[in-house]
């Protein structure tokens, strides 16, 4: 299955992730992650997108795309894939459903964890609270004030993908107050696995 998951910071999805990577056995595709290997790699798109970076600029949708591209062709992502953080724009996703159908490919589903947006911040309090007790250094995006910019980007940039995807029929909503292994059951309901 070719899977995208949608939500705002804080909502759960690598939490799922992992769980439907555990069921599925297909790969969690993290566009940072892939960044990161193309440029270590040397591939030919991790070097335009190595310049880019060091000049400090934000690496464009088309490099992204194409870095997609390389690592679903990857042997370990050839049945499926779950993408947790890409597109996080409507452009991106229409780049990537159009690599995707170059390729004779296209999505199975997209999943979108509906979340009250307000109750996130106490989620995310919460859970620096957690990691401090535990004695775990706390993430650095778990800062209230940080969060509610994550937030905002997320309101202005990403949440109009759920739009493009009911458009499009791929979108799933699921509800992702509830408790995880709700939603995990609630995921596996709307994939039918």
């Known amino acids: 299955m070719r899977i995208i998951l949608l939500g705002p910071p804080g909502a759960g999805k690598g939490t ?27 591939t030919p798109i991790g070097l335009q997108a190595k310049a880019l970076m060091d000049r400090g600029d934000l690496v464009p949708d088309e490099v992204v795309v194409g ?35 170059k390729n004779g490919s296209k999505l199975d589903a997209v999943v979108e964890l509906k979340v009250d947006q307000e109750a996130l911040v106490d989620r995310i309090v919460k859970r620096a609270k957690e990691a401090e007790a535990r004695g775990e250094p706390v993430r650095k995006d778990d800062n209230p004030e940080v969060f509610k910019t994550r937030l905002d980007a997320y309101r202005t940039q990403t949440a109009p993908l759920s739009e493009y995807y009911v458009a499009h029929g791929m979108l799933r ?15 596996r309901n709307v994939l039918g696995r």
Request: hydrophobic share 50%; glycine share 10%; net charge negative.
């Open 16 to 42: 799922q992730a992992v769980r439907l990577v555990e069921r599925l056995g297909i790969p969690q595709l993290s566009t940072g992650d892939m960044l990161r290997s193309a440029v270590s790699a040397g």
């Open 173 to 187: 909503p699921v509800d992702g107050m509830r408790s995880v292994d709700e939603v995990t059951e609630a995921i």
């Open 67 to 101: 870095i997609i591209a390389d690592r679903i062709r990857e042997p370990d992502a050839v049945g499926g894939f779950i993408l947790d953080g890409f597109p996080r724009t409507v452009a991106q996703a229409e780049a990537f459903d159009a690599m995707l159908a």
